[in-house]
Structure formats: C-alpha cells, structure tokens
C-alpha cells in the first residue's frame, strides 16, 4: 500500500485538507457556516463527521505515513475558544482514526509553515501561493477564489512538511523541519505529562 501525507488547515469558514500522493494530491477547502450546520456543537459535530469520512476514504487506499496541522496563532485575541474546540475535534477524529504514532499531529506553527516554503516566517498570503506554484506547479489561485486559495495552500504545504517529518529526503528546507519541529507533537506532550 502506498503511503500519503496529510495537511490540516482547520477552519470554520474554510477547512483545508491536502492529502498527499507519491502521484498528485487531493485539496480541497470546506466552509462550514453557522447558517447550514448550526453553532457551538452542531457545527463541531459535523466538522468531525466530514473529517472522519476524509480520513477513512483515505485509508482505504492509502497508508497514512504522516500528520501535520496548524498550529495555533497564541497572540491572537479573537476567536481563540472557538479555535481551541475546532483543534480539540480534529485531534479527535484524528486519535480515533489512524493509528499510533500518526494519530498525533505534528502541530506547524503558521510562521514555520511560511519559512517552509517562501524562506521567511513573515511572508503575506499571496507570497505562500506564488511560493507553492513556484516549487511545485500548483495554482491554487487559478483553481479558487482567494480565501480558498489560502487555506488550500497552507493545507498542501502542511502536507509536505508532513512528507518532510516522515521521510529522510536531503532537501535543506525538509532536513531544517525536521530539525526544528517536535514529531507527533501531542504524543510527546502526554509523555511528558505522564
């Protein structure tokens, strides 16, 4: 069974999710509004459903070598409960769905992920884009509106960070991830708290 890469991008407003192959990939970028799937855990509810047939379509053809996901943005002052309960779904669906050590994510801290692929932790949205069509050809901008673009291609880098962590490719920028991030990262967390 081949192995493949998955990127996490959670969001309400616009949930990307890469799933990368030896071959190609699959993005896709899912808004989730309050307005079609309600509030507070409803809304969770059906993150959690969606996500769990992603994973489990997945695995039906593909070994899932590796996890990354976004980690959060600490100085951010709004929407830091909501987005602590959207990870906590995610990680979730994550530990009942694959096995260990993949269950645990490796959490990319957004100017990680923009130094991964444009060379500095501070690049703007667009630069991310233009960086991910310059590496590896891939226009997310042609393909989607500019809202999904950004998830989209914060998704695909995440999964190549995740190929990156799982994989012992010389490329510079995958040797300093790896270098640089904690590998299944809550897994090593509740070590420590053991």
């Not at 990368?20 to 059906?46: E, I, K, Q, W």
């Not at 990680?112 to 069509?133: W, Y």
Request: net charge positive.
């Amino acid at each position: 069974m081949s192995e493949c890469w998955i990127g996490i991008d959670q969001s309400y407003s616009g949930f990307g999710l890469s799933i990368l192959r030896p071959h190609g990939h699959t993005t896709t970028v899912t808004a989730f509004p309050p307005g079609s799937y309600g509030s507070g855990v409803d809304r969770l509810n059906a993150i959690g459903r969606w996500l769990t047939e992603q994973i489990t379509h997945t695995r039906h053809g593909y070994y899932v070598a590796h996890v990354c996901m976004e980690g959060y943005a600490y100085g951010a002052s709004h929407g830091r409960e909501e987005a602590g309960e959207l990870g906590a779904v995610v990680k979730t669906v994550l530990r009942m769905t694959l096995d260990s050590p993949v269950c645990y994510p490796t959490l990319v801290p957004p100017p990680t992920l923009k130094k991964f692929v444009s060379g500095t932790g501070r690049a703007p949205k667009d630069i991310v884009i233009a960086s991910v069509k310059g590496l590896w050809g891939i226009d997310f901008a042609k393909e989607m509106t500019k809202a999904q673009a950004d998830n989209a291609a914060d998704a695909y880098v995440l999964a190549r960070i995740a190929k990156a962590m799982s994989t012992r490719g010389d490329e510079p920028r995958d040797v300093r991830m790896r270098q640089t991030l904690t590998p299944h990262t809550e897994m090593k967390r509740t070590a420590r708290a053991a």
